[in-house]
């Protein structure tokens, strides 16, 4: 049976209430608090992203901003002040289609400390490699944050911004949400494991072999539908 065919206005509103969703997600699973973190996705020809300094439970799918890759926009409100790394990131990944940024608290605390999350447990796979990188510090909503973002997220779909938050991203946004969880819980697993002995860090070879078997975990992508 032929799928029934979806206007531009009815994608254009799925995905407003899509991030809409995503940032209360974000609250309510304990990745952000207040109005830090910030969400976009794909959308024709730009992107869609989050408004700045909105607070999740006040946010209405009018409120999220298109924007064009130049930078450009028309919305009332200002995009959010990372726009410029969701920008460059959908720009260079193109198999990559929604991007989370937010500061969970095991997350936060490793990239304070400018530390590499090593290959403590299996499900470091799910972010793309057997590290999820520390990106070094650059202020926020700088090309230079962007440009320090792309470089730890080469060949990987998570990392970590020193001294700032994480950002995951995925082919679509419960992908994305769904490895900000798992990279969370990772960090906090090692955290805890720190204080308990030494970790053991598993070779890279077996992490590359469960890489290829995550390529169809997670989250369904709804483009498969």
């Not at 304070?112 to 650059?138: D, F, S």
Request: proline share 7%.
């Amino acid at each position: 049976m032929a799928k029934p065919l979806t206007s531009p206005e009815a994608a254009d509103a799925a995905a407003r209430a899509g991030l809409v969703a995503t940032m209360r997600d974000l609250i309510t699973l304990g990745l952000s608090q207040g109005t830090s973190g910030n969400v976009s996705v794909r959308a024709g020809a730009g992107f869609l992203v989050t408004p700045s300094g909105i607070p999740a439970e006040s946010l209405e799918p009018a409120d999220i901003v298109a924007m064009d890759f130049d930078g450009g926009h028309a919305h009332r409100l200002a995009p959010s002040s990372e726009w410029r790394f969701h920008r460059d990131i959908l720009a260079a990944r193109p198999e990559i289609n929604a991007v989370v940024h937010a500061h969970p608290t095991h997350c936060t605390a490793f990239a304070m400390c400018g530390q590499e999350i090593p290959a403590v447990h299996y499900m470091i796979a799910a972010a793309g490699g057997p590290t999820v990188r520390c990106a070094p510090y650059a202020p926020y909503g700088t090309e230079a944050l962007s440009a320090a973002a792309l470089a730890a997220l080469e060949g990987r779909t998570a990392c970590l911004l020193a001294n700032h938050g994480m950002i995951a991203v995925g082919a679509d946004l419960p992908k994305a949400l769904w490895l900000a969880v798992e990279v969370e819980a990772l960090c906090r697993q090692y955290a805890v494991a720190l204080q308990v002995g030494t970790p053991i860090v598993l070779a890279d070879d077996e992490i590359w072999r469960t890489v290829e078997r995550f390529k169809s975990y997670g989250p369904r992508n709804r483009s498969d539908d």
